[in-house]
């Protein structure tokens, strides 16, 4: 079933309060100057364990085999960033999810739990045996929105999501837009939809 | 800018409810012919310093609008079933309302628009009514409308129009790709494609800019004062009359009747939760279609057990709900359409009713694109697409800058039995009940949905689209224009309002806005409802003057 945009917010379950998004740009503001200040940025939420299985998932989800992928927008810190404000209350949700997929390594890899002994095919079988939960949906959003959403969120770093899409976050814009408004593409030759 | 304090207990001369499309409105017109206003928002007071472009916390959480955490809202498709939350409308909630998150669709409705019934005769299973009044009543209205905030557009280009009084103050939005493909196409099949009349800039217009293509309109604020939202427009206008007082954060609970059955004002909440009466000479509810059904039945007293002004039973009945289709096309070369206003032509040829088609209904179409980048990713694609890997990004990849839209906007009937009540036991974080949605789709409207993606897939084939996809007939979507529940009308029996707001059981309550609506047109509500309260607003100033209220 194809789902429109406004299918996907009415049925989102995702309602945050606006002070939780307020103290995540709050946090992010910070996160920014820690960068330039040359320091790491260390996880708000994330565990170590977690944040392992999630990178490799992510990764699988939006790959960087045709250039920056999930990897490279720091997907992952944007999920972070999400647990840790505004979808605090997903984390059982995660938790839950991560149980489903530590089981699907073992299924693949007997006696391990790691997803770094996995291969790649072996990482999206797993993803093929999580994919129609609710915590894949989730980790789906989170993970489109980590590398395509607002950089105040930690993920889509140096606009790379942006960059692949060509979408260009400039203030302002003229005309032609595009290939089908600028009158010298106009087949008539006479561009006077302008 | 001089704006007063009034104190509670003042017994200003009007509260109006709501700051938003019909509030501000009526806080300029009051305020501006002498009278002393307190506008009751609940929402908070936000200014373009206040917005970005964060994708995330304008469309996906609700950065301008209801807050289901705090506001639930429950839903059921009928009686039969228990009602669910579920954020199954949304409405601007901070001074200036929707009007500054809107796309700035700013469509006037036509002549037919009022008398449809007659037209087309009784629908089965619905309550298609004539309006109490006709176009040529609130064209002035319409105009004053487009003067006071700042439209854009073509006169004369729309030829399903009624008669205009004066050409739009603002030059008409040039076409971007979409506009450019869809004018070509629509003019090839014969039909009538004209610039979108916009509640958007083209000029530097009363001390505001011009429109500079960023392409943040809909859900978002407009950092430009571009978007002609009664925050930027009128709002300024009513405070600089120093009579006018737009008091934020102030969340109405309880209009209060006297013994006579007269309102003496309205109880809300503070910022700090603390319970305050404004006092009052007349009351204006301006709260949306549904906020302001919510507060009429929690305003229920002796004199009036079913809900305030509701002696008809008809407060919170006739919902009429959002609907249309969207519906994509994919493109040889980029059109990049994220750049401007979403939308620039449109087409009203399919606009009226035709009982030879076998349904009631009809619908304009537009061109535009609907999506900002995660959210076209995550929900923008053809059904086919993977939802995760390479091929899952080559095509975000490749289709976000080649997709075009087209929406259409259709007719929703009012039938009785979709309703705004109380949630018998949800409650709000202000311990009030939450609003319970009851509303499923008339079978003509699911019809006249079937009937209009045709014709929006034939454009879309006229345009060149590749490849085609979108919205199937009978969805279902939160509802952003919220109409109907206390329909206007000439019979108290059968109405709430008279055709300038006058509750018919209170002779100093109005309630003006989309809940006022008898039909629902072809959505794009906004202009009417502005023009029906510029109306409402000169009414109630005559009748004041004359000592009437």
Not at chain 2, 154 to 159: E, F, Q, R, S
Not at chain 2, 349 to 364: Q, V
Request: hydrophobic share 35%.
């Amino acid at each position: 079933m194809p789902i429109s945009r406004r299918d996907w917010i009415f049925g989102s379950v995702r309602l945050a309060l606006l002070p939780q998004v307020l103290r995540a740009q709050d946090h992010a503001r910070k996160a920014a100057k820690a960068i330039s200040n040359g320091h790491a940025i260390p996880f708000e939420y994330l565990e170590p364990e977690a944040a392992r299985t999630l990178v490799a998932l992510a990764a699988e989800i939006i790959p960087s085999d045709d250039g920056p992928g999930a990897t490279e927008a720091g997907a992952l810190y944007f999920i972070d960033r999400a647990l840790a404000t505004f979808d605090s209350d997903k984390r059982e949700l995660y938790r839950s999810g991560l149980k489903e997929v530590g089981a699907a390594i073992s299924r693949l890899s007997p006696g391990s739990a790691d997803v770094e002994g996995l291969s790649r095919e072996q990482r999206r079988e797993v993803i093929r045996a999580v994919q129609s939960t609710e915590f894949f949906a989730v980790l789906r959003e989170h993970v489109v929105l980590g590398f395509l959403g607002d950089l105040e969120y930690r993920g889509n770093q140096g606009k790379v999501g942006w960059r692949y899409i060509g979408f260009d976050d400039q203030m302002a814009f003229t005309q032609p837009f595009g290939y089908y408004d600028n009158p010298e593409n106009d087949p008539d030759g006479k561009g006077e939809t302008r | 800018m001089t704006t007063p304090a009034f104190r509670p207990t003042d017994e200003v001369d009007f509260v109006v409810i709501g700051a938003g499309a019909a509030g501000g409105v009526m806080a300029k017109e009051l305020s501006i012919a002498g009278f002393r206003v307190v506008v009751l928002e609940q929402g908070p007071y936000l200014r373009q310093s206040d917005y970005s472009h964060d994708e995330l916390k304008y469309t996906i959480l609700p950065g301008l609008t209801n807050d289901p955490k705090t506001q639930p809202v429950t839903y059921r498709k009928s009686e039969k079933e228990s009602a669910k939350p579920i954020k199954a409308i949304e409405y601007g909630r901070q001074v200036g309302g929707g009007s500054v998150h809107f796309t700035g669709n700013y469509w006037r409705f036509h002549e037919a628009d009022f008398h449809e019934q007659t037209l087309f005769g009784d629908v089965a299973g619905a309550a298609l009514a004539d309006w109490p009044l006709e176009y040529k009543d609130l064209e002035p209205f319409y105009t004053k409308a487009e003067y006071d905030l700042g439209i854009s557009g073509l006169a004369g280009a729309n030829p399903f129009e009624g008669p205009r009084s004066k050409p739009y103050p603002l030059p008409p939005i040039p076409a971007k790709s979409s506009g450019v493909l869809f004018e070509r196409a629509a003019k090839k099949l014969g039909l009538h494609p004209f610039p979108a009349p916009l509640a958007i800039l083209t000029r530097p217009y009363q001390g505001r800019s011009a429109c500079v293509n960023c392409g943040f309109c809909e859900s978002f604020g407009c950092e430009m004062r571009a978007k002609s939202s009664t925050l930027v427009s009128v709002i300024p206008m009513a405070e600089a009359t120093g009579r006018c007082e737009i008091r934020p954060t102030s969340y109405v609970r309880r209009i209060k009747v006297d013994d006579h059955g007269k309102v003496t004002g309205a109880v809300y909440f503070d910022r700090n939760r603390k319970e305050i009466f404004q006092r009052a000479k007349v009351v204006v509810v301006c709260a949306n279609g549904v906020e302001s059904t919510k507060l009429l039945l929690m305003s229920s007293s002796n004199l009036f057990p079913h809900g305030l002004a509701n002696t008809s039973g008809l407060v919170g009945k006739h919902l009429m709900w959002d609907l249309g289709l969207l519906l994509e096309g994919l493109f040889e070369h980029p059109a990049n359409e994220f750049k401007g206003v979403q939308v620039t032509r449109v087409i009203h040829d399919y606009y009226a009713a035709d009982a030879k088609r076998g349904f009631y209904g009809g619908a304009g179409i537009d061109a535009r694109f609907d999506y900002y980048p995660a959210g076209f990713a995550l929900s923008g694609l053809p059904p086919d697409t993977p939802r995760w890997g390479l091929e899952f990004k080559k095509t975000f990849g490749h289709y976000f800058t080649r997709t075009i839209s087209l929406l259409s906007h259709a007719t929703s009937l009012p039938v009785e039995s979709n309703t705004v009540t109380l949630d018998p036991t949800a409650t709000d974080a202000w311990g009030l009940p939450a609003v319970r949605i009851t509303y499923s789709q008339h079978p003509d409207d699911v019809a006249t949905q079937a009937w209009i993606r045709q014709r929006q897939m034939e454009i879309l084939e006229a345009m060149g689209a590749k490849k085609t996809w979108g919205d199937q007939p009978g969805g279902f979507y939160t509802s952003r224009h919220l109409m109907g529940t206390c329909r206007m009308g000439k019979d108290p029996a059968k109405s709430v309002v008279d055709s300038y707001g006058r509750a018919h059981d209170v002779a100093n309550l109005f309630i003006v806005d989309g809940s006022n609506f008898v039909t629902s047109a072809r959505q794009q509500p906004t202009a009417t409802i502005q023009a029906l309260a510029y109306r409402a607003a000169d009414n109630m100033v005559r009748m004041a003057r004359r000592g009437e209220l």
